[in-house]
């Protein structure tokens, strides 16, 4: 799953380099596709309430769809100053909150060495965010196919957009796990994509679509 998330966050980081399509847009075009894709199979699998999902758990999905929307925007936003290896590191903190979040919410299961391995996993953050306080001041970096600069202030935004991001994605997945069996993988799908779609097109048009750190 991880491979194909890569692969998307990759053609994210390309299509605002070399097209510079807004974060809103690229969601919105995402999860519209997702949609489409998820009541195709389910009306051809004849899958229960395809479009709003089971009584018991709507509201689940909805929560799921808002935290979805601050993840996908979180770690798309980033890659306007992040190289996309970083952005990727960052991403793959997120399964280390959920295992801790689960711990504390669902009383799952917590070992010693997932502490330690979320211990330095908060350790690569801060190498890539190369704080001014232990790494010094420096002069930016540069990146992309146009030499784009980037200073260390917007490099911190970048990270500190990415962590919400992770944030928004530990609480996605927890909520995935708290509804389990009650709903369908697809349908677990379709009432937060159609919300992610709403809330893009919305921020679209009332926000600038060039949102930036400074």
């Not at 711990?103 to 908060?122: F, P």
Request: net charge positive.
């Amino acid at each position: 799953m991880k491979c194909f998330f890569s692969v998307i966050n990759t053609l994210v980081k390309l299509l605002q380099d070399l097209v510079l399509i807004p974060v809103w847009q690229l969601i919105a075009i995402r999860m519209a596709v997702t949609w489409v894709g998820c009541i195709t199979y389910m009306r051809w699998a004849k899958t229960p309430h395809p479009f709003l999902g089971p009584p018991g758990v709507r509201l689940l999905l909805c929560a799921r769809g808002v935290v979805g929307f601050g993840g996908l925007y979180g770690m798309y936003n980033s890659l306007k100053y992040l190289s996309l290896s970083d952005a990727t590191v960052l991403s793959f903190i997120s399964p280390v909150l959920v295992g801790v979040l689960a711990a504390i919410l669902l009383k799952e299961k917590y070992t010693k060495a997932e502490a330690l391995t979320g211990i330095l996993s908060l350790g690569g953050v801060v190498l890539i965010a190369k704080p001014s306080f232990l790494f010094g001041k420096t002069d930016g970096e540069t990146f992309g196919p146009e030499a784009i600069a980037v200073t260390p202030e917007q490099r911190s935004m970048a990270v500190g957009t990415a962590m919400i991001g992770v944030i928004c994605s530990a609480g996605a997945y927890l909520i995935i796990r708290f509804i389990g069996k009650r709903a369908n993988a697809s349908v677990s799908f379709v009432i937060p994509t159609f919300i992610l779609y709403v809330r893009a097109k919305v921020c679209a048009i009332c926000v600038s679509s060039h949102l930036h750190y400074s």
